[in-house]
């Protein structure tokens, strides 16, 4: 029996109870309102400040919060569904996984980035300016979507071309293993994973023992900047839960069958809850300049009301 056959039938054979059910989908329904209104307020208060637009790394962060936003919101949609509809149409359940893997492997591309600007505006201050442009952070963002666009979108055309068309238009249980179940994909995936990690661990690595040096000098900004590439780290750190849920998965499966819809209820609150609920903390409450326009865009809506 293989991954993707196992996932379906423990699901199909232990489906929780109607409390049980309601439950979690009450909790992720909740968290996924909250992290999204948060990061409203975040993106309203970016939009009203001219001073944010010219600063990359208030860039990258905003980035960041609307590719949460967007992945957040679709796995909330599709745990929700899986709950309630069960079984979707395959077409409409590749469009919801696909953008929720793009979405997903943004987040650690974003955060190398991110540290890297940390990097060069400590490290290399005197260059920051001109190294660290609005066009060229405009054009790192693209390049971050086009690599996770690259990563995802082979498992779509190397579906097309293996299955047949009435696979497209029957329904299925909405995960990624049941659309995209080819052993090839598999294999893919993983070396994918890897690679992306390597690099982006090495990016963080690097640059927090970069600036981990340079704050040896006692430098107030390389300190801060020192602590946040480690708040990156341990936000990288949830992400990769998401790189190894596949195997997590399996070896939840084999170890506790009858307990397996609590694991992947687990499995999802670390991997995709937690990781886009630390940037809020990240640049909406530790950075000073953001902290005192967010202040003062939630005192006038406290006042208005």
Request: aromatic share 12%; glycine share 2%; net charge positive.
């Amino acid at each position: 029996m293989n991954v993707s056959s196992g996932n379906v039938t423990v699901v199909m054979e232990y489906r929780d109870s109607f409390s049980k059910a309601v439950i979690k989908n009450v909790i992720v329904v909740v968290l996924g309102i909250s992290i999204n209104y948060v990061g409203a307020g975040l993106i309203y208060t970016f939009h009203n400040h001219q001073i944010f637009y010219m600063n990359p790394r208030y860039i990258l962060f905003i980035h960041l919060v609307v590719n949460d936003m967007i992945q957040v919101t679709l796995t909330v949609i599709l745990f929700v569904i899986n709950y309630t509809i069960y079984k979707i149409n395959v077409s409409v359940c590749c469009s919801f996984i696909l953008v929720a893997l793009i979405t997903t492997e943004n987040t650690p591309l974003n955060l190398a980035c991110m540290a890297v600007e940390c990097y060069i505006a400590v490290c290399i201050p005197l260059r920051h300016d001109q190294i660290c442009t609005v066009k060229r952070t405009l054009m790192l963002i693209g390049l971050i979507w086009t690599a996770s666009m690259l990563s995802v979108l082979p498992d779509l055309f190397f579906t097309l071309a293996t299955e047949p068309m009435d696979f497209f238009h029957s329904r299925v249980f909405c995960l990624r293993e049941t659309v995209f179940s080819n052993p090839l994909i598999l294999k893919k995936r993983d070396i994918t994973y890897s690679v992306f990690l390597v690099i982006v661990w090495f990016t963080i690595l690097y640059t927090y023992f970069k600036i981990l040096f340079t704050a040896q000098k006692a430098s107030k900004d390389a300190k801060k900047a020192r602590n946040t590439i480690l708040l990156h780290g341990f936000q990288l750190l949830l992400c990769m839960a998401s790189y190894a849920t596949p195997q997590l998965k399996l070896t939840l499966l084999l170890w506790f069958p009858k307990n397996y819809p609590d694991s992947l209820f687990t499995c999802y609150i670390i991997a995709q809850v937690l990781p886009r609920s630390i940037s809020p903390i990240l640049y909406g409450i530790r950075d000073k300049t953001f902290r005192k326009y967010l202040k003062s865009h939630l005192s006038c809506e406290m006042s208005t009301q």
